[in-house]
């Protein structure tokens, strides 16, 4: 089975015309039925697995080789396309979830179908990865453990770079209660949630770590009743990424004992890292540094490795299995109303994907 640009730019665009917000497990669906009709015959068995958020769809042939992971879902809401429509504008494809990650879907449609049939390998498309993927950690995690390689086919970085390390992703409620009293009669009788909430916020962003790459933002707080109510009640949510795992142990303690400002009020830090750090590890250096020679062979171009903020379905499998990530479409904007495309590298990507793909099945030994 051949794929030209024509077939590939119109199976993006059947897939980005279908919209797949997270928790719509309809939508998700109907992509991931797009993809196996878009495969046709290759000789895997492809299996639904019911979730409550759709779907995960196995594409699986033989045993062992490579695990690929993509997701169906998206950060866009259901009627997006009305503001935001898909556009080819020769060099490049734009439209909401193009380059994250329908693009990269089917790059990896496009590169499994033309693997020789004695290639094993295993996909797993996912409803929920932009929502922390929940329904689908334990099924990647399993298939991880069976795979001498992982591959994700997230976008790409700048200049087609891949993803070789990766935040770990906290997620944190901080709520406190204190003691409502009248601002002006008995404001001496109260003790302010909101002004220990304050104090929180300080010294939360104390424990960020520019050297290390670990970061904290308190991105929503509430608060309060009245203003001339001494606050009973706060809370806030915070975001922390970490590039190590012992900055994220060092962090996970820390909140477990934070400091209190005043004693007359209760804190409480309610949370934890939904996705550990990824990291390259010496096998996955080993896999990153063959995949540059093929990128160099083909394009004749350096291929560069990154460390990024955001995180993945790959940072439940670096501890696994040897990981590569952003093995997708490269482009800009992704989650952003500029999310486009670029075409020229997606035929050496989806050659890179297959030459990974068929390696990963040799039995040579690996470091």
């Known amino acids: 089975m051949t794929w030209d640009d024509e077939r590939l730019k119109q199976l993006i665009k059947d897939l980005v015309l279908i919209e797949s917000p997270s928790f719509d497990a309809v939508g998700v669906e ?7 009709d878009a495969l046709g015959a290759v000789g895997a068995q492809c299996t639904f697995h019911p979730t409550p958020r759709g779907p995960i769809l196995e594409v699986r042939r033989g045993q062992g080789g490579a695990l690929l992971l993509g997701h ?25 979830g193009v380059l994250d990650m329908k693009a990269g879907l089917a790059y990896t449609a496009a590169a499994v179908s033309q693997l020789p049939a004695d290639v094993p390998f295993d996909w ?48 944190f409620l901080l709520e406190i209660v ?64 970490v590039r190590t795992v012992k900055e994220m142990e060092r962090m996970q303690e820390t909140l477990n004992h934070p400091p209190h400002f005043d004693t007359r009020t209760s804190i409480r830090y309610v949370g934890g890292f939904s996705r550990p750090p990824m990291d390259l590890r010496p096998e996955a250096a080993w896999w990153f540094d063959w995949a540059a020679s093929v990128w160099h062979e083909m394009t004749g171009q350096v291929l560069a490795g990154v460390n990024v903020g955001g995180a993945s379905d790959g940072n439940f499998t670096a501890t696994l299995a040897p990981t590569l990530d952003g093995l ?25 994907l297959q030459a990974l793909i068929t390696h990963a099945a040799l039995k040579e030994e690996r470091p």
């Not at 809370?235 to 922390?240: E, F, L, P, V, Y």
Request: no cysteine; net charge negative.
């Open 30 to 36: 109907r992509v991931e039925q797009r993809l196996v």
């Open 72 to 96: 169906a879902d998206t950060v866009w809401p259901a009627g997006t396309l009305k503001t935001m429509p898909f556009i080819d504008s020769g060099g490049g494809l734009a439209g909401p």
């Open 124 to 171: 797993l498309v996912t409803p929920d990865e932009e929502v922390g993927s929940e329904v689908s950690r334990s099924l990647i995690e399993d298939r991880a453990k069976m795979a001498s390689l992982v591959l994700v086919a997230e976008p790409g970085a700048e200049a087609g770079a891949l993803k070789i390390g990766r935040a770990g992703v906290g997620s």
């Open 178 to 241: 204190g003691i409502a009293s009248h601002a002006g009669l008995d404001p001496r009788q109260g003790a302010s949630a909101i002004r220990e909430l304050a104090q929180q916020i300080l010294w939360l962003g104390s424990l960020e770590n520019q050297v290390l790459g670990t970061t904290v933002n308190v991105g929503v707080v509430e608060g309060g009743t009245r203003s001339n109510v001494i606050a009973g009640h706060a809370k806030a949510q915070i975001d922390i990424r």
């Open 328 to 352: 997708g479409a490269v482009g800009q904007g992704a989650h952003a109303l500029h999310e486009r495309m670029e075409w020229d590298y997606t035929m050496p990507r989806i050659h890179l």
